[in-house]
């Protein structure tokens, strides 16, 4: 699914970050459809109610694999959205919902912003196949980290391979780091990627982060809103 770039503004403080974060989302969504138009009204409703069956097999993931409920989060490295949401979003939900075993946590790219997107989404794959989910969950919180708050979005070449491999030796032996970039160069991590990216187009995903839980789109708008859609989802409701 082809996606336009989409001109953000730095986030402010607010008395509730989760809450900002799903407005911001919003904010995305909207600007999306409006640049884009992907979507009809009709498809978009369409997209993102509609039951699809969803493979989490080869998918990086925090907490308990028998966890009932499978939340997913799609996100952009390049995105500010995103940054905030790791930052501030995701600890609460690591507390309440995948420390106690009620959900897991999915983690799928959503590569919409650039040529950096992409490289940095398949060169955090190829963490993930070559070094497993411990490593691609740290590489994947540093990227965040690490992410400028003063570049603008449609600026490239910023998540450049040197970058990323840089940013790798900050957690990996030099053994690992050969291992990461050769699978890299022999874009061995392009498949991960792709059907991450063709889950965006089943999904009907518009901005990032955009969460799903059981494959159903999330809607709410606080953390207890998210809370009551996984135990309704546990009970099978």
């Given amino acids: 699914m082809s996606k336009n770039k989409k001109n953000v503004k730095n986030v402010s403080n607010s008395s509730s970050k989760f809450i900002f974060w799903v407005i911001g989302l919003i904010a995305v969504g909207i600007l999306g459809l409006i640049f884009l138009g992907n979507f009809s009204d009709k498809e978009e409703e369409k997209a993102g109610t509609k039951q699809v069956k969803i493979d989490y097999s080869n998918q990086p993931f925090l907490g308990d694999e028998s ?32 420390d106690t ?10 590569s919409f912003i650039n040529v950096d997107s992409e490289r940095s989404a398949k060169f955090a794959e190829s963490v993930y196949q070559e070094l497993g989910n411990e490593m691609f969950w740290k590489f994947h919180d540093l990227l965040y980290k690490k992410q400028p708050e003063d570049t603008k979005y449609e600026k490239i070449d910023y998540f450049t391979e040197e970058f990323l491999i840089n940013t790798l030796k900050e957690i990996a032996s030099d053994e690992e780091i050969d291992k990461v970039v050769k699978n890299f160069k022999e874009n061995k991590s392009k498949d991960l ?18 969460l799903f839980v059981n494959g159903k789109r999330f809607e709410g708008k606080t953390i207890d809103d998210l809370k009551e859609m996984v135990e309704k989802e546990a009970e099978g409701k």
């Fill in 101 to 110: 075993g009620k959900a897991k946590f999915y983690f799928m790219h959503d």
């Fill in 67 to 98: 966890a009932p409920v499978s939340i997913i989060e799609f996100g952009d490295y390049k995105c500010p959205y995103c940054k905030d949401f790791a930052e501030t979003a995701v600890p609460t939900i690591q507390k309440e919902l995948i």
């Fill in 193 to 210: 990627w792709e059907e991450d990216m063709e889950y965006v187009a089943k999904l009907g995903v518009t901005g990032t982060p955009a």
